[in-house]
């Protein structure tokens, strides 16, 4: 992968995510609409301390540390509920069909919601989910729930019903490992069904197989810049965002 364009933003980004033509860029207290030449489309305001966003069927589902609210692109609010634990501390979401799937940092858990927002379940690690700070990635992807458990350099895999399905990965320095304390952070698919991780540390987005086998890094810490923060990572075709 290559540089092939870049554009600014007002203000620091929080999240972003793909919708169709668009992308929705979370930054501060704004969303910002644009559509894949850069142009603003729409921008509308939001609350304070954004964890993630995630989009489905032209909706935005904003996620903050205890609450998730609903907008359409025009930045009305469709609807929006609390958190099922005054203690949770939430740190990335991924929606699903009929479900919002939301890790929780302080219960150390995934909480799954219906699409309005109704608990349904906590989906518990076999092995005990190990978070070290917010490096809880989710993402759903052929009927599968991709997760990271950074503390233990692991993604593992469920079912939209809960179901452990199995994990892969290992710690270590090399391609193809996660290192350091706690990686991978962020999660993405290709439409394919490769999964795309992204560490922290020394950056670097690398690609797995459906079946977790490691097939290739796609960026270093040097093709990114360098830097120790994990990048948010996208795909759209051959593009990665």
Known sequence: YKLVSSFSVPDRIESFELAESNLIVAASNYIYIYDRTASLVNNFAIGSNLRDIAVYYKNIYLLFPT??????????????????????????????????FVTDAANKNICKYTAEGNFVKFIQSPDGFIIPGYSFGITYANDIIYCSNSGRHKIEQYSPDGEYLGSFGKAGDATGMFCGCCNPVHLAYTSTGEIITSEKGSPRISCYGMDGEFRSMLLDSKALGGGTAAYDIKVSGDKLF
Do not use: K
Not at 76 to 97: F, G
């Open 67 to 100: 609450r998730i609210e609903v907008y359409n692109q025009d930045g009305d609010r469709l609807r929006d509920w609390e958190a099922c634990s005054d203690e949770s501390d939430y740190c990335s979401m991924a929606v699903a069909p009929g479900a919002v």
